[in-house]
């Protein structure tokens, strides 16, 4: 009782009629195939002798209660200019199977039609419904203090740099930075991933997650309109209007297919009794069967709602696919580019080694700590996380910045320099050689050299696993496009094992690279894919077959011109958007492929006679029936 409620109120009256129909139709059943009742006088247009006129009635009664839709929009759509659609079929197909005497065949072939329309119905609705959910992310309201109360107020009312509170339980209806408070979030519903966040003061937080535990107060820095939620619901919204090549292929072929039949069918019963004086009814007959078993509603249902199932599997794991087409595209690319910072990378600075040849490690770090506390560079707050540790601004003196060069400072009673090779050179402190990739800061206490810092990119986590899944599959190129240094850029490559890489690149540089591996391709159906995160990705991601940008931390620019989102930033996610394109497409390939051949055989069978309604009504409605229930497999991810 439950899942009927659950039905739309379409859907409930649907599987009334068809109760009703089944009941009638049971009923009848056992009476008109049995021996007491003479059928040989086939109560038809064609025979009017018959006197068991009331079965007729009956049948007709139990025929209009599940088909009169089906031929009320038959009749709408040929007054409209529309005839050729599988309610015109149906209708015929029907009606002339009362008009030759069949009227359980006719019955039959309306029911089954009407449950192979229910299930779809049940499918599309299940698809819609589970991507509503997943997506129900949009918030209802913000808390603001208004005269020293808490009161909500519409998301839109809200501005950049207004102060939000957001409770434990509630979403969090704007994106912004926490200047008090820590909590954990839910980010399910974005990235896919149910491991909560933890944050605190000066992290960043987006719209459509959940504070599962502390009050917040959060900076807002992005009106409702330019917040996560609302591009991510934007994007779900228009994905259906992108539509695939295979989708576009099952909507015209049933617009030329159908006409086609319908003549076709017309051939079949006319031609063999005005050519060679044979019956008008066997061949009447087979052309009604023709007709039912050439509806195209597998092909014009199950193809769509495979790619719609396709696109809820990858918004279950954060990835939001704006279309169906670049789901098929995700299941063609051949080639993949990386941006490297931001992509492959953090983006952030973080201590690699320490090298000193005359104290500690963790002394040098110390002194490093120290001489960077009141910097607001990068590179400096790198230093000062690395060390942990509290440190009493008291000891530090004098502090001077040399622009371009580094920090000169007195740090117990001690002069101190850290910066880069300029720096020492410059106060005539000699250095040790050396071959690092990446940023060094170099030390020096009162003129003599203590050793060197150095800061990379952090690696993400999974980016290596990413590359290695990636080759796995069947990517047969993968390569990074970065205006990182030479060094740096080769040292990751090789850490990850990238195929390829070209650095010291400007943002027209990366479109040039990416024009020429377009060029190179040998055939059309190689698809390069460029994933990337930040403003100046934004050409190169529109100029790409698929663009991919990371959109946790990812620029707005880089995410309006992507195809595809990956809202965790993990590099891993990739492997499983592509996964889910081939596995839709794949589902594609089955149901149109299964429906053609077992259509196919039907129709050569119906022109010879040996294919009757019944099994004509599986070619339809039970090829439909299939095809969606595999179609729903999309669903899965």
């Known amino acids: 009782m439950t899942k009927i409620k659950n039905l739309s109120k379409s859907e409930q009256r649907l599987l009334l ?16 195939y049995s021996k007491s009742i003479d059928r040989s006088l086939n109560w038809t247009i064609f025979n009017r002798e018959g006197s068991n006129y009331l079965f007729l009635i009956l049948f007709l009664i139990a025929y209009l209660i599940i088909g009169y839709d089906i031929i009320r929009t038959a009749f709408l759509n040929i007054s409209s200019g529309t005839v050729f659609d599988e309610n015109f079929l149906m209708s015929i197909a029907t009606i002339g199977a009362f008009l030759i005497g069949e009227y359980p065949e006719g019955i039959a072939v309306m029911l089954f039609y009407q ?13 819609r419904k589970s991507i509503a959910e997943l997506m129900d992310i949009a918030p209802d309201y913000a808390n603001i203090i208004e005269n020293g109360e808490l009161s909500q107020v519409d998301p839109y009312e809200i501005g950049i740099d207004d102060e939000i509170i957001i409770l434990p339980g509630e979403r969090i209806p704007l994106d912004g930075t926490v200047l008090a408070g820590n909590s954990a979030l839910d980010t399910s519903a974005l990235t896919g991933e ?6 605190g003061p000066g992290d960043q937080v987006i719209s459509g997650c959940i504070n599962l535990s502390g009050k917040l107060t959060v900076l807002v820095s992005k009106e409702f309109d330019d917040s996560t939620v609302a591009k991510i619901l934007e994007l779900v919204e228009n994905a259906s209007d992108q539509k695939a090549k295979s989708e576009v292929f099952a909507t015209t072929f049933a617009r030329y297919y159908t006409p086609i039949v319908v003549f076709a069918a017309l051939s079949v019963a006319l031609l063999p009794p005005l050519l060679f004086s044979q019956s008008l009814r066997i061949w009447l007959e087979r052309a009604l069967v023709f007709l039912v078993v050439s509806c195209p509603c597998a092909l014009v249902v199950s193809v769509p709602l495979t790619f719609f199932g396709g696109i809820g599997a990858a918004s279950k794991s954060g990835i939001l696919v704006k279309g169906s087409n670049y789901l098929e595209y995700l299941a063609r690319t051949t080639k993949i580019i990386f941006d490297k910072t931001g992509t492959l990378t953090e983006g952030n600075f973080g201590v690699s080694k320490i090298y000193s040849p005359k104290i500690p490690e963790h002394d040098l770090l110390e002194i490093a700590a120290y001489s960077e506390y009141f910097s607001n560079h990068p590179i400096a707050k790198s230093i000062v996380d690395a060390y942990g540790k509290e440190i009493n601004p008291d000891l530090i003196e004098d502090i001077q910045e040399i622009s371009g060069h580094g ?8 002069t101190v320099l850290a910066g880069n090779l300029n720096l020492m050179r410059n106060h005539d402190v000699e250095i040790l050689a050396n071959h690092e990739s990446g940023t060094l800061v170099h030390f020096a206490v009162d003129q003599e050299y203590m050793g060197y810092i150095l800061l990379e990119d952090q690696i993400k986590a999974d980016a290596k696993q990413a590359i290695h899944d990636l080759h796995q599959i069947g990517i047969s190129e993968i390569s990074m496009l970065t205006g990182d240094q030479e060094k740096t850029a080769a040292k990751i490559s090789q850490v990850l094992g990238l195929d390829d890489y070209h650095s010291e690149l400007l943002p027209a540089d990366k479109v040039y690279q990416l024009e020429k591996s377009l060029n190179d391709k040998t055939s059309g159906q190689e698809l390069i894919a460029y994933v990337g995160d930040g403003i100046n990705d934004a050409p190169v991601l529109a100029r790409a077959d698929l663009g991919i940008a990371m959109g946790g931390m990812g620029s707005d620019a880089a995410i309006e011109a992507a195809d595809v989102v990956i809202m965790n930033d993990q590099p891993s996610r990739i492997v499983k958007a592509i996964r889910i394109g081939r596995k839709t497409l794949n589902i594609v390939k089955q149901n149109v492929t299964f429906a053609l051949l077992v259509k196919f055989a039907i129709l050569l069978l119906a022109v010879f006679g040996i294919a009757n309604m019944w099994l004509a009504v599986f070619g339809d409605v039970g090829v439909t029936i299939i095809a969606v229930f595999n179609a729903m497999r999309a669903l899965k991810n």
């Open 407 to 414: 920090i000169q400072a007195i740090i117990k009673g001690k």
């Open 194 to 199: 149910s491991m909560p966040q933890d944050v």
């Open 17 to 32: 009629r068809i109760l009703i129909s089944v009941l009638i139709f049971t009923i009848l059943l056992p009476f008109y």
């Open 115 to 127: 449950v192979g329309e229910f299930s779809q119905r049940y499918a599309v609705n299940k698809s």
